[in-house]
């Protein structure tokens, strides 16, 4: 899925290409994309890109108000809210090339080219939302602390609120804003924690550790992805990146100790850890594999090698 560094690359291209231009109209393609009926779609046509913003995970199109107004139009901006999801994508092409195939399932035409919404596999929940004001589209804000804009006390503030793990309470749209299952494995890394450990319990020294791994994680992957990206259009967006340090990396040496990430796999989610780095070598019970294993289930780092 992706998370606060992908979306913030995703709108910064999206300004150089868009912004202040017009949106010719908007085809949906795939009828499940579109999440909502009023306004109709339609009235995207001929209308102006006038701001560009995340909220959490969504990336938002604002648009501006007709002038003069159509009867029955809506007053005043328009905002297209765009949710990828896990396997939503966004591709930019020229007016020449557009992106054809069954992937696509929302395209949004302009003069200088076409923004598409695609998505792989089939289940379909990426999603299009087409709001009329400022108060509808604040209801879709879940309400999540933006990591990289709070202090350290807004950010111990949550975690003590949070009757979650670590690893709940980062990827918890209603604590923290922007942060999935990649960037939260990354994060709890860096800060040396255990993702099964309690937020509430956290002691100054260890929240002090994850504050400053959480800004220092998604600082330096935005920066990465912007290098990558460059003056083109992001498109090898993905979760399992070159360079990550546990996730998607199960069974590979932990950059920083030799031993084998390790991982707890729970419905589609997984996480991805160190036990060396961050449990004090004790495994993390896999539901699963645990159960199914029983008294063979190995306890420490050091029975696997």
Request: proline share 7%; aromatic share 6%; glycine share 8%.
């Given at each position: 899925?992706?998370?606060?560094?992908?979306?913030?690359?995703?709108?910064?291209?999206?300004?150089?290409?868009?912004?202040?231009?017009?949106?010719c109209?908007?085809?949906?393609?795939?009828?499940?994309?579109?999440?909502?009926?009023?306004?109709?779609?339609?009235?995207?046509?001929?209308?102006?890109?006038?701001?560009?913003?995340?909220?959490?995970?969504?990336?938002?199109?604002?648009?501006?108000?007709?002038?003069?107004?159509?009867?029955?139009?809506?007053?005043?901006?328009?905002?297209?809210?765009?949710?990828l999801?896990?396997?939503?994508?966004?591709?930019?092409?020229?007016?020449?090339?557009?992106l054809?195939?069954?992937?696509?399932?929302?395209?949004?035409?302009?003069?200088?080219?076409?923004?598409?919404?695609?998505?792989?596999?089939?289940?379909?929940?990426?999603?299009l939302?087409?709001?009329?004001?400022?108060?509808?589209?604040?209801?879709?804000?879940?309400?999540?602390?933006?990591?990289?804009?709070?202090?350290?006390?807004?950010?111990?503030?949550?975690?003590?609120?949070?009757?979650?793990?670590?690893?709940?309470?980062?990827?918890?749209?209603?604590?923290?804003?922007?942060?999935?299952?990649?960037?939260?494995?990354?994060?709890?890394?860096?800060?040396?924690?255990?993702?099964?450990?309690?937020a509430y319990?956290?002691?100054?020294a260890?929240?002090?550790?994850?504050?400053?791994?959480?800004?220092?994680?998604?600082?330096?992957w935005?920066?990465?992805?912007?290098?990558?990206?460059?003056?083109?259009?992001?498109?090898?967006?993905?979760?399992?990146?070159?360079?990550?340090?546990?996730?998607?990396?199960?069974?590979?040496?932990?950059?920083?100790?030799?031993?084998?990430?390790?991982?707890?796999?729970?419905?589609?989610?997984?996480?991805?850890?160190?036990?060396?780095?961050?449990?004090?070598?004790?495994?993390?019970?896999?539901?699963?594999?645990?159960?199914?294993?029983?008294?063979?289930?190995?306890?420490?780092?050091?029975?696997?090698?």
């Amino acid at each position: 899925m992706p998370e606060l560094p992908d979306i913030a690359v995703y709108l910064e291209r999206l300004a150089a290409l868009i912004l202040e231009r017009r949106l010719c109209r908007v085809r949906v393609l795939n009828p499940f994309v579109l999440r909502s009926v009023t306004p109709p779609i339609a009235e995207c046509a001929d209308r102006r890109v006038v701001t560009l913003r995340r909220i959490g995970k969504r990336i938002v199109i604002g648009l501006d108000g007709r002038e003069p107004p159509r009867p029955g139009a809506p007053d005043g901006d328009l905002y297209l809210v765009i949710h990828l999801m896990i396997a939503g994508r966004l591709r930019w092409r020229p007016p020449e090339r557009p992106l054809r195939g069954k992937l696509v399932l929302a395209v949004l035409d302009f003069d200088e080219g076409t923004l598409s919404i695609t998505e792989a596999g089939s289940k379909r929940r990426a999603s299009l939302t087409l709001v009329a004001g400022d108060a509808a589209l604040a209801a879709l804000d879940r309400g999540g602390l933006e990591p990289l804009d709070a202090t350290r006390a807004a950010f111990a503030a949550r975690l003590a609120s949070a009757r979650h793990t670590l690893k709940r309470a980062l990827t918890d749209p209603q604590i923290f804003s922007g942060i999935g299952n990649a960037y939260s494995d990354e994060i709890l890394h860096r800060a040396r924690l255990a993702p099964t450990a309690l937020a509430y319990r956290l002691g100054d020294a260890d929240v002090t550790r994850l504050y400053d791994a959480t800004r220092a994680t998604l600082l330096e992957w935005t920066d990465r992805l912007r290098a990558a990206a460059g003056d083109g259009f992001p498109e090898k967006v993905t979760a399992f990146r070159e360079g990550m340090a546990v996730h998607g990396r199960y069974g590979k040496p932990c950059p920083d100790c030799g031993a084998p990430v390790q991982r707890i796999v729970h419905a589609d989610n997984e996480t991805n850890y160190c036990a060396r780095c961050q449990t004090g070598g004790r495994l993390l019970a896999d539901r699963a594999l645990s159960r199914l294993l029983g008294e063979d289930w190995p306890r420490s780092i050091d029975e696997l090698e």
